[in-house]
């Protein structure tokens, strides 16, 4: 599968941004998606993760309570919807998949999208 992965841009501390992933090429409803970061200097980490009905989330700690994970099959997209950004969430934003039950371990991943920039500003 094949994944490209929009919405980022410039934002506000306390802003909201969506991002979105859209995928083709495979079955998109039989894989797991998740969102991963990373900011200069520092170690891709987790952000969510979507089971591949969308019935089962799970988020970083750093992220709880502020971003949410959906996806929509029939669109062929999963969502992550960020709110009240922090400049600590400025980092490149991937989306990822996997067939097989969802992981927080970006090495778990078979797939990649390109990454989007979310820059957060003080």
């Known amino acids: 599968v094949q994944l490209q992965a929009s919405g980022g841009g410039l934002v506000q501390a306390g802003g909201s941004l969506r991002l979105s992933c859209a995928g083709s090429g495979g079955t998109f409803s039989s894989y797991t998606m998740g969102w991963f970061r990373q900011a200069p200097g520092k170690e891709r980490e987790f952000v969510a993760v979507?089971?591949?009905?969308?019935?089962?989330?799970y988020y970083a700690d750093s992220v709880k309570g502020r971003f949410t994970i959906s996806r929509d099959n029939a669109k062929n997209t999963v969502y992550l919807q960020m709110n009240s950004l922090k400049p600590e969430d400025t980092a490149v934003y991937y989306c990822?998949?996997?067939?097989?039950?969802?992981?927080?371990?970006?090495?778990?991943?078979?797939?990649w999208g390109q990454g989007t920039q979310v820059t957060v500003s003080s």
């Open positions: 990822a998949a996997r067939r097989n039950p969802y992981s927080s371990d970006y090495a778990m991943y078979n797939y």
């Open positions: 979507i089971s591949y009905r969308g019935v089962s989330t």
